[in-house]
């Protein structure tokens, strides 16, 4: 099955960051992921809106290593997480949000590898002009309490509350005090349980506080994310283009892509899904599958990826054909059929291998090129769609003639051009809000269900079209006798 969630294909840019790559987001405007190649990293869900809302680079910093799977030593658990210079993000799918992601105690735990104990340090006294805490003795004084106050994890509350202000560096751990960083410098500095203050009183007013490096000092300098990916395409067995001048194909571009990242069944990231804000109010995303990007098949039928496809420890990406364009020597278009996408990563029993900050050359890609006539609807099913998806509704639904006319024109879009033409169609329309894909058969006798339609229970994919008032139907019946799945397209408002 293919939902699409009005999902975007964009170009991040990040601030800071040099190098880009397409993924899907949620909106317009809106971005997914982020590729840094300061450290040759992403940040990616489910870390990324986290990240972004909560202070970016300034209180984060950047990305020291690829999302991974670590124990925790706050309870011993093992979570999804990722270290930054400043700080480390758990992934916690237990808790309600916006509490899933959770910081470290990197303060706590700096102090404790450097054999200090913060709870020896002299405690401070209430002062006017300070905030005291009683819960560790210490108190917050000029210079750095208005930084403190200022910034503060988003909760949900207006403005930036206490909470939010601990839930980000947590509580006073020391009074300001004189020390030399790691980079040598000796500057008034105070330690909170999840961060490190600096006072340096020669910068220009907005940098003179500084969070330090706790992560890199913590877990040192970073590790690549990220690899390069290249090899040759074949067809039928011969070079790329010489398959396709041979066969007398008229093609002006072709390119393969990779996906993912995907995980198994029984990693914490399988399944996870993070809610979203649109135009069209909220909506839950997969947090798998956030990177897609295409490559040129050169002359020479070679192809190669620059070094920013994700590497991600337990993780599986995909190398599959991606768009062709031109005819063949009969008109139909082209299209590409591969072998079956090769699986690459770090995980078990898989294709090809990958690890970080490698150049990795898959040797030949093999695939077809075959020619497409445009798919056609049958009609005859159509009433019975709608009746099944509405019964699987539970309520009275409105069915459009407009609706009706897109929905065939995507399903022969999805399989004449793919899933990018689909999502602009659907961008493109006013009044349509998302489409679904399911797959249906048709080699029993009609279910005496109402709401079952092709072998499938539409009471089971309901949540796609659960807000709908308005809906559109088409059916595409298999053209094959030997595989009789065909597809039924459900457009909504």
């Keep these: 099955m293919y939902h699409l969630r009005l999902a975007l294909i964009v170009l991040l840019l990040a601030a800071g960051a040099s190098s880009a790559s397409a993924a899907p987001a949620a909106e317009e405007g809106s971005t997914t992921a982020v590729f840094f190649r300061e450290t040759q990293n992403w940040i990616a869900p489910p870390f990324y809106r986290f990240w972004s809302k909560n202070g970016g680079l300034p209180i984060f910093g950047y990305p020291l290593a690829p999302t991974d799977l670590m124990t925790s030593p706050d309870d011993g658990n093992t979570y999804a997480t ?43 006294t209430p002062k006017r002009g300070c905030d005291f805490f009683p819960e560790t003795g210490h108190t917050l004084c000029e210079p750095f309490r208005s930084y403190w106050r200022r910034y503060g994890l988003d909760l949900g509350f ?32 105070q330690w909170f349980e999840r961060a490190r203050f600096e006072y340096h009183p020669n910068n220009p007013p907005q940098y003179r506080v500084l969070l330090g490096l706790l992560g890199k000092e913590l877990y040192g300098p970073y590790r690549p994310g990220v690899a390069s990916v290249s090899g040759r395409v074949v067809e039928r067995g011969m070079p790329f283009w010489d398959a396709v001048s041979n066969s007398g194909m008229q093609i002006k571009q072709a ?58 420890p337990g993780a599986f990406m995909m190398l599959g054909p991606g768009r062709i364009d031109g005819v063949c020597a009969d008109g139909k278009e082209a299209d590409f059929l591969s072998y079956g996408s090769v699986l690459f990563g770090s995980g078990q029993d898989l294709d090809f ?24 609807p049958d009609a005859r099913y159509h009433d019975a769609a709608f009746a099944a998806v509405q019964c699987a509704a539970g309520r009275p639904l409105t069915r459009d003639p407009e609706f009706d006319a897109f929905a065939v024109e995507a399903g022969r879009a999805s399989v004449m051009h793919g899933n990018e033409r689909v999502d602009a169609m659907v961008r493109e329309h006013p009044r349509i809000r998302g489409i679904t894909f399911l797959g249906v058969t048709f080699d029993g006798a009609p279910s005496s269900d109402p709401c079952v339609f092709g072998g499938r229970d539409l009471r089971n994919e309901r949540v796609f079209w659960e807000q709908a008032t308005t809906i559109g139907v088409a059916v595409f019946p298999s053209s094959s006798a030997n595989y009789p799945v065909g597809t039924l397209v459900i457009v909504q408002d």
């Excluded at 790691?182 to 500095?189: N, Q």
Aim: net charge negative; aromatic share 10%.
């Design 255 to 312: 390119s393969v892509g990779i996906e993912g990242p995907y995980y198994p069944e029984d990693h914490p990231l399988s399944g996870v899904t993070e809610v979203v804000m649109t135009s069209q109010g909220e909506i839950s995303v997969s947090t798998e599958g956030w990177f897609t990007t295409l490559v040129d098949i050169q002359p020479d039928n070679s192809f190669a990826f620059s070094d920013f496809i994700p590497t991600l």
């Design 82 to 124: 990722q270290i930054f210079e400043r700080n480390r993000l758990e992934y916690h799918p237990e808790n309600p949000e916006p509490y899933r992601v959770q910081l470290g105690r990197l303060g706590v735990e700096v102090l404790q590898k450097q054999g200090r104990n913060w709870q020896d340090f002299p405690k401070g």
């Design 158 to 189: 207006r403005g930036v509350t206490r909470a939010e202000s601990i839930a980000l560096f947590g509580l006073p751990i020391s009074e300001p005090m004189m020390e030399t960083n790691a980079d040598g410098a000796t500057v008034l500095t």
């Design 353 to 376: 291998a990958l690890e970080g900050g490698q150049a990795a050359n898959f040797g030949d890609f093999r695939v077809n090129v075959i020619c497409l006539s445009p798919p056609e």
